[in-house]
């Protein structure tokens, strides 16, 4: 694709030509790669010999897979070059305890499928204009898109068929869900128009959800095109520098906590205003909070010496947290309904400051309603625990 053009024209600039031995010198790979893509975009953008430049790369690029070239000096560096950003990916994901992808999907291994399919569907619903091959505003009813440039290289749309077919091959879903910006909402609608119009069946599998961009509180955008990028490494760096706490492991916790949380709290499909501050916070809706009120709740059972058995009859007090509790599964469906995990962050922030009200005015150890109390606490806490756990966020035992 164009952006690995242009990423490989910044990184031949900066190794002066297809100079393998330099390429071994380079030591931060993520960040060294992240400025040739900048300086590339740049470059395109600005300079109309560099573009003509990058978009002849762009079809050696393509060269390199149709004739199976991974000797020649340009091969290695690409194919270098991209396994380091395979390695990253698998360093992230470790770093931040998600289980990363069953399989990468390169474009390179998309096209081919996707071409299969837009040949295919030439005339019943593809057609050429100019050399190229389209989809027609009159056959989708939405706008015009090229699927085929007139050079004969895939578009984006015509490669996002051919991976809604590979995944289907391989992992034969019910249902596949894309998550992209809203800035995509049109386009995908174009190629899930065209998937219809060739296979309805597939196409009722797939469900797209937009979402807004993350922005600093001041607003400014963490773009990944610009030289002014803020990549996600940064954000924890930010988060961890700022919050204080003793034990690393603890405070690891309590970092990727603070983020996900912030992140997860919000509504799907609007901007998302991360303010490092608010998400460290001990106090409000916040993931270092529900750490904290899951933490309370596992000092209370720790301390007690009896074990809870169900109530027979509840106080008022009792009876308002147990009601609490009661709404869990519920929080859970909307959220799978609407594909939103915020309904989850929402109930159980309610579910914390309720148990901090229960908590204030009932005394729990040594009560003679102690074993009647320890029962709604301990339920409190597997409730809690397992629904930051579906967050993601972790849930250390003591803070």
């Avoid at 607003?219 to 803020?230: A, C, E, I, P």
């Avoid at 919050?243 to 509504?267: C, F």
């Avoid at 709740?297 to 509790?325: C, H, M, Q, Y």
């Amino acid at each position: 694709g164009l952006h690995a053009a242009k990423c490989m024209w910044g990184i031949l600039q900066a190794l002066g030509g297809e100079n393998l031995t330099k390429l071994t010198e380079v030591e931060d790979h993520a960040a060294w790669i992240s400025a040739a893509y900048v300086a590339g975009s740049k470059a395109y953008e600005e300079d109309e010999f560099v573009k003509a430049e990058i978009d002849n790369l762009n079809k050696k690029i393509y060269g390199l897979h149709e004739s199976g070239d991974i000797v020649s000096d340009f091969a290695q560096i690409y194919f270098t070059t991209r396994q380091w950003s395979y390695d990253y990916f698998d360093k992230f994901y470790a770093d931040i305890d998600v289980v990363a992808f069953d399989k990468y999907y390169p474009e390179s291994v998309t096209s081919g499928p996707g071409l299969e399919v837009v040949s295919q569907n030439l005339v019943d619903v593809f057609s050429e204009s100019e050399g190229a091959v389209v989809l027609d505003e009159a056959k989708s009813g939405l706008h015009t898109r090229v699927f085929v440039t007139s050079a004969g290289l895939p578009t984006y749309e015509t490669k996002d068929l051919g991976v809604v077919r590979l995944e289907n091959q391989d992992f034969n879903y019910e249902k596949r869900i894309i998550m992209t910006g809203n800035d995509q909402s049109e386009y995908m609608k174009v190629v899930f128009k065209a998937l219809e119009l060739i296979d309805p069946v597939l196409a009722a599998k797939q469900r797209h959800i937009a979402n807004g961009t993350v922005k600093f509180a001041n607003g400014q955008k963490m773009s990944s095109r610009l030289g002014n990028v803020t990549k996600a490494t940064d954000v924890i760096e930010a988060v961890s520098l700022a919050m204080s706490a003793g034990d690393q492991a603890v405070k690891k916790d309590m970092v990727l906590g603070a983020i996900k949380y912030s992140l997860l709290k919000s509504k799907v499909g609007g901007d998302i205003a991360f303010d490092i501050e608010k998400s460290i916070s001990v106090e409000g809706n916040s993931g270092p909070y529900m750490q904290y009120a899951l933490a309370r709740a596992n000092s209370v059972l720790a301390k007690a010496k009896k074990r809870g058995s169900i109530p027979k009859e509840l106080t008022d007090g009792e009876r308002n947290f147990a009601l609490k509790l009661t709404d869990f599964g519920q929080a859970i469906e909307v959220a799978i309904k609407d594909f939103s995990p915020h309904h989850v962050a929402s109930f159980l922030y309610d579910l914390a400051q309720e148990f901090n009200r229960f908590y204030e005015k009932n005394r729990i150890i040594d009560d003679q309603r102690e074993v009647e109390r320890l029962f709604l606490v301990n339920k409190y806490q597997k409730i809690l625990k397992q629904g930051l756990e579906l967050l993601g966020v972790p849930t250390p035992e003591k803070i």
